[in-house]
């Protein structure tokens, strides 16, 4: 009876296989912004670090790297940490020139896994889509009459709706396998490695869970305050700066 629900479970499991070597090797940071974009990836990132002892919460909101740069880090850990001269509000940190380009890597990572769509396709091939439509529509109708005009119109602007999401099918599909490999966290702690993609993948559900205090203290709920002064020196917020005379 084993052996024949194994079986079963191979060939029910074969749909995902080519999945499975699409998210191999995937970082949590890459599930991260598979999941939440750029932001989704910097709070796993964050969230991980933390895990590490590398990373904890700041004044107001806002999060400071203690100790060395951990080892085993992912490259978007690393230039988050890099990036931490000062207590800093996580998305003001996402912002950061070495962090952004750090995203742009896992972006093209899950570009290169057919996961998301590239932002040029996403934005130029609906754009022409939705721009074309009008004239075919006026010359079919001249040449093949109304009927056929209008349904070629709106196999156009199915094709336009079709590239319109950030992730592809297979990134749709990657998620929901993903998930059933990463449950939620149901209680605080653990290591980098588990609370990685389980942030990636819930969100501030598992942060609330994971780490209650970090995730509202360290600003990763609601991306924390912003700061006026980058420097060697403490940061003042934003809002007390322009209360100063």
């Given amino acids: 009876m084993h052996a024949a629900a ?5 060939r029910a499991g074969v749909p995902h296989t080519a999945g499975m070597r699409q998210i191999e090797g995937l970082t949590a940071t890459g599930i991260g912004h598979l999941r939440g974009g750029r932001w989704g ?5 964050l969230a991980m670090l933390h895990a590490r002892e590398a990373v904890v919460a700041g004044r107001d909101g806002r999060v400071r790297r203690t100790g060395s740069k951990p080892r085993g880090a992912e490259p978007l850990e690393q230039a988050l940490f890099g990036a931490l001269y000062s207590d800093t509000g996580p998305r003001e940190l996402a912002d ?7 995203v742009g890597e896992v972006r093209r990572d899950l570009i290169r896994r057919k996961l998301v769509r590239p932002q040029r396709r996403r934005v130029l ?9 009008p004239y ?7 040449v093949i009459g109304a009927p056929i005009g209008l349904a070629a119109t709106v ?16 990134g749709a599909r990657a998620l929901r396998h ?7 966290p149901t209680s605080p702690g653990g290591s980098a490695d588990r609370l990685g993609p389980a942030v990636a993948l819930y969100g501030n559900a598992a942060l609330l869970v994971a780490m209650p205090r970090f995730a509202r203290e360290g600003g990763l709920l609601d991306g924390g305050r912003r700061s006026v002064f980058h420097g060697d ?8 700066t322009l209360g100063a005379p």
């Fill in 41 to 45: 990836a910097v709070r796993t990132g």
């Fill in 178 to 184: 993903l998930r059933d490999l990463h449950p939620e």
């Fill in 96 to 102: 950061h020139q070495r962090v952004r380009a750090a």
């Fill in 6 to 10: 194994a079986a079963g479970g191979t």
């Fill in 125 to 133: 091939v609906p754009l022409a889509l939705a721009v074309v439509p």
């Fill in 233 to 240: 020196g403490s940061l003042e917020s934003s809002s007390s």
């Fill in 155 to 170: 196999v156009l602007v199915g094709v336009a709706c079709w590239f319109l999401p950030r992730r592809t099918l297979a």
């Fill in 136 to 142: 075919v529509l006026a010359r079919l109708i001249d």
